[in-house]
């Protein structure tokens, strides 16, 4: 009796539940899965295929763009801070330029003039490559160009 039982379950799992006769117990596997094979598999969409991965690289790209800007940004800031920073000490070199071109340039005159010890310092400029411009305007002159020129700025 237990041969009989087995097989009473074994036509069970292979019935559907419209089959009485077990009818589908007895159609072979291959008919099976033919049938499943006519089956058309929903066709994947191409718009929707496209686009997202189009949309999150156009993204992704719109932030890493966003981003260079605003570090760009942020560098032009800190820049013009620095040179804000620099800039009186960038005035008080010029001033100092000068007042030193001022002072070789008398200094050349004197030596032209005949005085041994400016004679001596210019010689001693020239060996270690230092030129002197004798055109350089001395006294109340270059006092009153330095202050037009830093109005003119």
Request: net charge positive.
């Amino acid at each position: 009796m237990s041969s009989l039982h087995s097989n009473t379950v074994v036509a069970m799992r292979d019935t559907k539940p419209g089959d009485v006769d077990g009818a589908a117990a007895e159609r072979p596997a291959a008919a099976r899965a033919s049938a499943a094979a006519r089956t058309p598999a929903p066709a994947p969409t191409a718009v929707h295929g496209l686009a997202l991965p189009l949309l999150i690289g156009l993204l992704a790209l719109l932030v890493s763009l966003g981003y260079q800007v605003w570090l760009l940004d942020q560098d032009r800031q800190q820049l013009q801070q620095a040179q804000a920073q620099l800039q009186p000490t960038v005035e008080n070199a010029q001033r100092l330029r000068r007042s030193l071109d001022l002072l070789a340039a008398d200094t050349q005159r004197l030596a032209d003039a005949g005085n041994g010890s400016a004679r001596v310092l210019v010689e001693e400029l020239k060996k270690r490559g230092i030129t002197i411009n004798p055109a350089a305007t001395s006294g109340a002159a270059a006092a009153a160009a330095t202050a037009a020129s830093g109005a003119g700025n």
